[in-house]
C-alpha cells in the first residue's frame, strides 16, 4: 500500500493531485498539506514512497522543499515529482541539484501524472527490493560461520540472481563509470553477456542521447553533491530503434566499503512515450480532419505574438451553403465535405501558413509575416476562388463557397482571444454585405458587437416590463377612397431612446428567439384592437399582420393564430397575415401545409415587399395566398414609360389574372397615385394618406369616416367628410 505526499499551496491543485495519486494503485493512502513547513514536521516521524510537490510556493519552492527532504532520514530514497509551469531550463537545474526525480508540466495531463507514478513508486519497490535483499545479504555475511570470502561469493552470487530477475537495465560502476555489474537483462539488451562488458566505460556500452549529463549526475553522486536523480534518455538499441528510458542513478557507499559506486536503473517507458505523443496529438488536433483544433490554434497565436517584429494575419473562413450539403447527404456526407475543404485550403497556402478548425464549418488560416494587408487579402481571394470552384461529392458537383473575416497583428490586438473575436466579428460584417467575400476587421464592428449585446439586454427588458405598443397605417380602397384596413406597425418605447422602429431591434430578436414573444403580443393585441373598433360601429375593419421568418418557422404559429382568434373574439376574415417571399421558399412543404391549415381557420395571406425577393410563379400557383403587396422600392420612382411603372403593371396585372388583391405600399405622391389608378390597383397605404398613427389617432379617422376623391392623372386628391 503506498503512501504519497501531495504538497501544493492550491486546495484545487491539492485535491486533483489527490484524486490522482489515489488511482496509482488500490489503497493508495495520500497526505496532502498546502504549506512546505507542515510537511516536513509530518515527514520527520513517517516515510512516504512517492512525493508530488509544486515548484512555485510562498515562503519555500519546490527546490529548497526537495532539498530538505534530501536531508531528512524518511526522505533521502524517496521519488520526488516536482510540478511547474515554467519552461526555463535554469528552474530544472534548481530542482535538479536540490534532489528532484521527475518533472509535469502544469497544467498536468491526468494519464501522464498517473502513468509517471506509477513507474516511480514500481522503480522505488524494485530498488528497495535490491536494497533489502542486499542488506539481508549483509546481515547473513556477519553472522555467518563460513569464512569471509565464501561469504562474498555467495551474496555476490545472490545478488546477482536477485537483480537478474528484474526487468529494468541495471548496472553498478566505479568512480571512474567503468562497469563493475550488470545484470542479465542488461546484457542481453546489449547483445552481450555480463562477464565482457566488466571494466567498459558504460557510456560505451549504452548510446544515450544524453552522455555529458549523465557523466555529470555519476560525478555528482561520487562526490557526495546528490544521492539520487532521475531523468529520461534515449537509448540506440543494437538493431538502430531507439527506446526511451527513465534512468536514475543512486549511490551505493553502503554496499562497497568507503568507496563510492553508482547504481543505475533504467526502465524502459517508451510504449508509455509513445502513447503520450499519441494522446498530445490528438488533444493538439482536430480528429475528423487532422487539422490543429482550437487550442493548438490558441498557441500558435501566443507564439506569433512573442516573436519580434513581425506581422501576420488571421483568416477566419465560414462556408457559405454546408448546412445544405448536410441536410442532402447527411452528417457523413458533411464530414466528406470538411476533409476536401481542408485539402483545398492546404493546397492553398504557403508551408509558413496554419490552417486549424475552429468548429463546424468554421476554419483558420494564420498567415505568417506579411509585409502589408494586400498579402492577406490576396491570400483571401485565393482561398474564395478555391472553395468557389465545384466540389465532387458521391458523383454530385456540389459549389458551396465561403465568406472571411480578417485580423491583422498585432496592429488590432495583442491578445489571441480578441484577435480570433475579431476575424469572427469581421466575418459576420462580410456575411450580412453579401456571401462569397471579405472583410477586414475595423474598430467600429467591436462597438455595433456591445451595442448589440446592450440592445440585447434592453430588449428582454422590454418584453418584461410590456414596453412595446401597435401603431397603425390605413390601407385606402382605391374604389371607393374609405379606409377599408390597418396594418399593425410594432414600435418599441425604448427608455432613453424614445420610439424606436423595428428595423433597429428586429434582426437581434430573431437571433436570440425574443421574437417569438413579441411576435405572439402582437398578433393578439392587433386582433383586440380590430374587435375593439368594429364594436364602436366603425364597420368591419381588417387588421394586417406581419409575421418574422423565424415565427413562422420555429412556432407553431397556426395554434397561435387560433388562440389569438378565439381570445379576442375577432373574425378570422379580418385578419391577414404578411409573410416575405424568402419565409415561404425556406421549407417550401412545410410552408404548403401551414398556409392550407391557417385557410382552413379563414384567415388571408398576403405576400409582403413583392418583386424583390423571388418572385416565382411556381409559388404563386402553389401556395395558398389572397394578396400581393408591391414593394415600395417599385412605388417610389413611379412614373409613366419608368421601368419600375412595367414593373408595376405587370405585378398588377398577374395579381388579377390570379384573382389576387393587390396593395401598392409606400405611396407618397400624385402621380405615383395616379399611375395606380389607371392600372386598377385595388387598395394603397403610405404617407400621402396617413403616417403610421398609434390607436387613438386611427380612431379619431374612423370616427371623421373620411373619403379619398380619387383622382384622374394631374388633379390633386382632396379630402372630404361624409355627411
Known sequence: MAVILILDDKSTNRNIYSRLAQKIEDGAVVHAFASPVEALEWLQGNAPDLIVTDFRMPGMDGAEFTKHVRASTNGIDVPIIVITAYDDRAFRLRALEAGATDFLRSPVDHYEFVTRARNLLKLQRQ???????????????????????????????????????VPALISAADKDSRIVFVNAHFADFVNSTPES???????DVLRSNKPEFSRQVHRSIVTDQRSSVSFEESVTDPAGAQRVFLTTKTSMRAFSGTETSVLTTSVDITERKQAESTLRHIALHDTLTDLPNRRMLYDWIQQELSSAQTQFAILLIDLDRFKAVNDAFGHAGGDRMLQLVTSRLLGTVSSDDLVARMSGDEFVVVQANIKSPDGAEDLARKIINSLSAPFLLEETEIRIGCTIGITLAPRDSQDAEKLLRYAD?????????????????????DSISWNNIGLETDLRKAVVQEQFELHYQPQINLETGSIAGAEALLRWNRPEFGLTAPNAFIDIAEETGLINEIGAWVLKQACAQAVAWQSLGHGPIGISVNLSPVQFLRQDIVQLVDDALKVTGLNPEFLELELTEGSLLKDVERTKEVLQRLKKIGVRIAIDDFGVGFSSLSYLKNFAVDTLKIDRSFISSLLAGSRDEAIVRTIISLAQSLELKVVAEGVETNPQLACLLNYDCDEAQGYLFSRPVPSDVFETLLRENPRYLLPKQNVTPKKVHSS
Open 127 to 165: 530498488q528497495q527490493q535490491i536494497k533489502g535483499r542486499a542488506q539481508a545479504l549483509e546481515q547473513q555475511l556477519r553472522i555467518s560461520e563460513r569464512s569471509q570470502e565464501e561469504l562474498v561469493r555467495s551474496s555476490r552470487e545472490a545478488l546477482a540472481q536477485v537483480i537478474d530477475t
Open 425 to 445: 466579428l469581421s466575418m459576420y460584417r462580410a456575411k450580412a454585405e453579401g456571401r462569397n467575400t471579405l472583410r477586414f476587421y475595423s474598430s467600429e464592428m
Open 197 to 203: 562488458l566488466t571494466g567498459k566505460l558504460l557510456s
